[in-house]
C-alpha cells in the first residue's frame, strides 16, 4: 500500500512558476511509474506527465504542457516532483500524483491532488 501526498500548490500568477512535490507518506515509488493528472473545475481528469521507473526515468507530457513541465523523481527521497513554468490561467486545475501503472494505463495509488490557480 502506498500513500501519497502532494503539496507545492497555489495562487500565482499569469507567467509564474511552480513546483508540485507528491511524496509517500506510506510505502515506497521504488519499483512504480509515477505521473501527473490535473483536473479543472467542471471538466474531466487529463493526464499531464508521467515518469518511468526503469529505463533511466523516461518521461512522457501532454501537448499542452510539454516544454513548460518537467517531471522527475528522487527515489531516495520516495518523491516526484513536477515543476511549471510559465504557467496561464488555462493550467488551473487540482493536481494528482499517481503511481503503479499497470498495462492498460491504469495507476494503483493516487493522491488528493493539490490546487493551483493562476490568475490573469
Known amino acids: 500500500q502506498v500513500r501519497l501526498v502532494e503539496s507545492g500548490g497555489g495562487l500565482v500568477q499569469t507567467g509564474d512558476s511552480l513546483r508540485l512535490t507528491c511524496t509517500a507518506s506510506e510505502g515506497t515509488f521504488r519499483n512504480y511509474d509515477a505521473a501527473w493528472f490535473r483536473q479543472a473545475a467542471g471538466q474531466e481528469r487529463e493526464f499531464v506527465a508521467t515518469?518511468?521507473?526503469?529505463?533511466?526515468?523516461?518521461?512522457h507530457y501532454a501537448g499542452s504542457v510539454k516544454g513548460r513541465f518537467t517531471i522527475s523523481r528522487d527515489d531516495a527521497k520516495s518523491a516526484v516532483y513536477l515543476q511549471m513554468n510559465n504557467l496561464g490561467p488555462e493550467d488551473t486545475a487540482r493536481y494528482f500524483c499517481?503511481?503503479?501503472?499497470?498495462?492498460?494505463?491504469?495507476?494503483?495509488?493516487w493522491g488528493q491532488g493539490a490546487q493551483v490557480t493562476v490568475s490573469s
Open positions: 499517481a503511481a503503479d501503472r499497470d498495462a492498460l494505463g491504469r495507476y494503483t495509488f
Open positions: 515518469i518511468s521507473w526503469t529505463d533511466g526515468g523516461t518521461t
